[in-house]
C-alpha cells in the first residue's frame, strides 16, 4: 500500500487568494510530480522532481510553483488563485526509473 | 517525444460480458515502460501492471490480462467477465528510460451495467 499523502482534500477558495496543496510521502522515493486532472480526463504533467533541490516544469504550463526542500515533501503554490485553477490536483512519487508511480488521493480545488 | 493514444473515449458493457481496451504508443527509445492505471469515481489512481519494452509475453491476473505488441505499437487490456466492480477510467501510460516523465493516455471510461 502506497504511503503519499495529501492535503487537504477539498478546498473551495475565493479569487486572488494564496493556496498551498500539501504531499508528502513516507517512501523515500527520490521522484516526485504533480498531475493537474479535471475529473475523469486527461493526466497533465505541471511539475516534477528528482531529488532534493531539483524542480522542473512539465508539458502543461502552469502559474503554480514547487519547491523540494526534503526528500519526503513536495508542495505545490499557486500565489493568486483564479477560476481557471479549478481542477483536481494530483501528487506522485516513484522509487526508480522503471517504477510505477504512486498516487495520493488527489486535492480538488475550487476557486469562485 | 513519447505519445500516448486511448481511441476509445468510453465504453458501456452489460455484466459478464469481456471488453478490451486499447493502447496505442510512440516512442523513439529502444528502453521503455508501459503501464495501465485504473481510476475508480473515488478519484485515486490504483496501479495495475508494468511491461518493459524487452518482454512481449503476455501477462493474465485474474480475470485481467495484457497484450503487448512491439510490431504494432499496442499494449491492450482486456478484462474477462466484467463486473459493476470495473466501472472506472482506466490509463494507459509509457515511461521512457532516458525520460524521467511518465506520459498518460486521454483515459477511457468503462461502464459495466448490471
Known amino acids: 500500500e502506497a504511503d503519499i499523502y495529501q492535503t487537504p482534500r477539498y478546498l473551495v477558495i475565493g479569487t486572488g487568494k494564496k493556496i498551498t496543496l500539501e504531499c508528502s510521502q513516507t517512501m523515500g522515493h527520490d521522484k516526485m510530480y504533480w498531475y493537474q486532472q479535471d475529473p475523469g480526463m486527461e493526466l497533465h504533467l505541471i511539475h516534477y522532481?528528482?531529488?532534493?533541490?531539483?524542480?522542473e516544469k512539465g508539458d502543461l504550463s502552469s502559474e503554480s510553483t514547487v519547491s523540494r526542500i526534503r526528500t519526503e515533501h513536495f508542495p505545490l503554490t499557486l500565489e493568486s488563485a483564479r477560476p481557471s485553477h479549478t481542477s483536481q490536483y494530483l501528487c506522485?512519487?516513484?522509487?526508480?526509473?522503471?517504477?510505477?508511480?504512486?498516487f495520493g488521493e488527489g486535492s480538488r480545488l475550487t476557486v469562485l | 517525444a513519447q505519445k500516448v493514444t486511448q481511441a476509445q473515449t468510453e465504453i458501456s458493457v452489460v455484466e459478464k460480458e469481456d471488453v478490451t481496451l486499447d493502447c496505442v504508443y510512440e516512442t523513439r527509445d529502444t528502453t521503455y515502460y508501459l503501464f495501465w492505471y485504473k481510476q475508480p469515481p473515488s478519484g485515486e489512481l490504483v496501479f495495475l501492471i508494468r511491461r518493459n519494452s524487452f518482454d512481449e509475453q503476455n501477462e493474465i491476473s485474474g480475470r485481467y490480462s495484457w497484450n503487448f505488441q512491439k510490431s504494432t505499437s499496442s499494449f491492450n487490456f482486456t478484462i474477462t467477465a466484467s463486473q459493476v466492480v470495473d466501472s472506472a477510467v482506466y490509463f494507459c501510460?509509457?515511461?521512457?528510460?532516458?525520460?524521467?516523465?511518465?506520459?498518460f493516455g486521454a483515459g477511457t471510461r468503462l461502464t459495466v451495467k448490471p
Open positions: 522532481s528528482y531529488g532534493v533541490n531539483s524542480t
Open positions: 501510460a509509457l515511461s521512457e528510460y532516458n525520460n524521467n516523465d511518465m506520459r
Open positions: 506522485a512519487s516513484s522509487g526508480t526509473n522503471t517504477g510505477e508511480l504512486f
